[in-house]
């Protein structure tokens, strides 16, 4: 199943590219990235519906979920007892077709998991669900695809185009992912162009941080993220918001990884 690690990665990525991200996520065992409104469901229909929600308004939709093509047709209240049967028959329906019944004025990417035909079945998918990027990998290939940290995927484009990725962490992945989908994004959308520079960088949108948002030590670390440059560096910013938390007391390895997020 999905541990849900490749959709954060999207996630964080286009953060950290200034946009205004909203993650639908059924349940994972991984920390709620920082910055990012985050909607929990369970069901496929409860994803549709919150997807349905969500890009109201939105520029771009990236579909990593691996939703479950079926559910069972009936649900039971109790827990079904063995006794007197020697065999269960379970009759499924249809989950909805989230990509492919989600349209509107945005971008549409998908990802599709495979185990066979890469190529062909990818690009099946792409034109069916009218993607603009397909990133299709062969989940039977050793660390790529579910539950692990890396990813090796190859890119479709609605040209055609097959672009070949090696073996790259899920975070680089969504970058170049991002990389390739800016350009057909239209005028004045939030999703920033990745950092040229050696090191990553962070675009802050202002109204979206508050004082309040780190506790009694807020207004120090507000005042710093409120400086005129509004893309910091990553290790710049991490180290001076250590330092403040330091300087009051507060700075544990317990959250270390906080400081890494933002």
């Known amino acids: 199943t999905s541990s849900g690690k490749m959709g954060y990665a999207l996630a964080e990525a286009a953060r950290d590219r200034g946009a205004q991200v909203v993650l639908v996520t059924g349940p994972t065992n991984l920390p ?34 691996a939703v479950s093509d079926y559910r069972p047709r009936h649900e039971e209240a ?35 998991a495979e185990t066979e035909d890469l ?19 062969d989940v ?30 899920k975070l680089e992945v ?15 959308t939030e999703v920033a162009h990745r950092p040229q520079s050696g090191t990553p960088s962070v675009r802050l949108m202002r109204a979206r941080v508050t004082a309040g948002d780190f506790g009694h030590v807020g207004g120090g670390i ?5 400086e005129p440059s509004r893309v910091l560096d990553i290790n710049e910013t991490m180290g001076r918001v250590k330092e403040i938390l330091k300087e009051n007391g507060l700075y544990t390895q317990n959250i270390s990884s906080f400081c890494y997020q933002l």
């Open 222 to 226: 507000f005042a710093y993220l409120q």
């Open 119 to 137: 190529i062909k079945n990818a690009t099946k998918k792409l034109k069916e669900k009218n993607l603009v990027l397909v990133a299709a990998n």
């Open 32 to 65: 709620d990235p920082v910055g990012v409104e985050i909607r929990k469901i369970k069901t496929a229909i409860q994803m549709k519906a919150a997807v349905s929600d969500a890009v109201q308004g939105a520029d771009l939709l990236v579909a990593a979920a």
């Open 174 to 188: 969504a970058h170049i992912i991002y990389d390739r989908i800016v350009p057909l994004l239209k005028a004045g």
């Open 140 to 169: 039977t290939q050793p660390k790529s695809g579910f539950a692990v940290d890396t990813n090796r995927v190859t890119l479709i484009n609605a040209s055609g185009k097959i672009e070949e990725l090696p073996l790259m962490t």
């Open 78 to 112: 109790k827990k079904i007892k063995k006794a007197g049967r020697e065999s269960l028959t379970v009759e499924l329906e249809r989950n909805p077709d989230i990509l492919a019944e989600v349209n509107g004025s945005f971008l549409k990417v998908g990802f599709a």
